[in-house]
């Protein structure tokens, strides 16, 4: 690590902590700690790697008053090593092919560390998506054991949570849906004919009409989606628990064994959903976190607002919640973000809603995609505007880092493209930590 400081606070899946790390963390010598989560697209490794990176600028560009501490928040997440990272995999991985359908070793292996004890339903999964079999009852096959993977109930009982679509409708017309998806994120063309008309009707496969030429073969790359949305499906719930039972609760207790220590949380991806989630531990008159960076926030964007615009009777997961920082939350979005623009609303979708897996419905948009909605008085701010003139030293700020937020190939796009000196320099300014 390049900086220091520096500890990682490893957390497992029911959010319990490194007791010996949060010691270690107490212990620094520090006036301002910077903590940060990572998103779903990681493992130890690479979250060592992005910690590193992300942290370079941080030395130079804070005042001499200044003494930071640096955390890596690491959590059980997943990496597919098909999807490359900017800055990471090198330019030449931007766009590869990969393994098209079919799970590369490194992922397989990634998986049963995610799912153990599951090896035998895996290795189904994983013949199937590399035989590509042209058959309706191989996308059943395929989807039952994607939903037992994911924990989903088929029929979903009265004091279970709703059943995301993605899991509960037709899996044909998900994995046409998926499909078209991945081609509207820059993924490889996929022929009209094969993606618009390989279904027709019925559900679990009744009244399929075949197409000419690729046929339901063509379906194969959406029926992968579908597996990485189940991971990505029990990603979001696990990042909200260890963020309000795991985090939450550490920073309470580092609160009160250094009162005069400042926090800044900053968050990717799910990251952010953990850190934002662990504002529900602390208490409504700590003034201890100062500041909370979200970058491409893997959430809702209406987690902050008091009243859903469609709902008025009821507000976000978060509703208020940004009022326990002593400082501002700036929520980083960019249009060239994939993951967030295309398969985050379609994702979040619940079961029964009437609109098309794919029209885009603002319900479900992400905070990462068009920054905080619903919540008054919340600035929004170009990044250039945002570094020239400062952030509000409190509220909810929207900035817009598409400038430097571009890179990435498909199918999550820039999304995990945050290294940028730019965005260090926007955490320091909205933690009033600079020169």
């Not at 600028?57 to 930071?68: I, T």
């Amino acid at each position: 690590m390049g900086v220091g400081p520096y500890a990682e606070l490893a957390f497992d899946s029911e959010g319990d902590a490194d007791r010996a790390a949060l010691g270690s963390v107490a212990r620094m010598e520090a006036t301002d700690l910077l903590v940060f989560a990572h998103g779903w697209n990681s493992d130890p490794s690479t979250a060592t790697r992005l910690y590193d990176r992300f942290f370079g600028p941080f030395p130079g560009l804070v005042g001499s008053g200044v003494r930071l501490g640096y955390v890596g928040v690491v959590w059980p997440s997943m990496r597919f090593s098909d999807e490359p990272i900017p800055d990471f995999d090198g330019p030449d991985a931007l766009g590869r092919p990969g393994f098209g359908t079919a799970l590369d070793p490194a992922t397989r292996h990634a998986l049963e560390a995610f799912w153990p004890g599951r090896s035998a339903e895996l290795e189904r999964v994983a013949e199937l998506l590399e035989e590509r079999e042209e058959s309706a009852a191989a996308f059943i096959e395929f989807g039952a054991l994607v939903r037992e993977l994911a924990g989903v109930n088929a029929v979903p009982t009265a004091d279970a949570p709703p059943v995301p679509a993605l899991f509960a409708e037709d899996v044909l017309e998900v994995c046409r849906s998926l499909t078209d998806a991945l081609a509207e994120a820059g993924g490889p063309p996929v022929p009209e004919d094969a993606a618009r008309g390989a279904v027709a009707g019925g559900s679990g496969g009744e009244g399929l009409v075949p197409v000419a030429g690729e046929g339901l073969r063509v379906l194969w790359s959406g029926a992968k989606e579908l597996l990485r949305q189940a991971t990505y499906y029990q990603m979001k719930r696990r990042a909200g628990l260890i963020g309000e039972h795991g985090l939450g609760p550490a920073l309470v207790e580092l609160a009160q064994r250094r009162p005069a220590l400042r926090v800044h949380l900053i968050g990717h991806s799910f990251g952010a959903r953990l850190v934002s989630f662990a504002l529900r531990a602390v208490p409504d008159d700590a003034r201890f976190v100062k500041s909370l960076s979200l970058l491409q926030g893997a959430f809702s964007h209406y987690a902050f607002a008091d009243r859903l615009p469609h709902d008025a009777e009821r507000g976000g997961a978060l509703r208020g919640l940004h009022h326990r920082v002593d400082g501002p939350v700036v929520a980083c979005h960019s249009p060239y973000d994939a993951s967030l623009g295309v398969f985050y609303p379609l994702a979040s979708r619940m079961a029964g809603d009437s609109a098309g897996l794919l029209g885009f419905d603002a319900r479900w948009g992400a905070i990462g995609h068009d920054g905080v909605q619903a919540v008054p008085g919340a600035a929004r701010l170009s990044l250039g505007a945002a570094l020239r003139q400062g952030v509000p030293t409190t509220g909810c700020v929207s900035v817009d880092a598409g400038s430097v937020v571009r890179r990435g190939g498909p199918p999550s796009g820039a999304h995990s493209d945050i290294c940028h000196e730019e965005l260090a320099r926007l955490v320091v300014g909205a933690g009033r930590m600079g020169r």
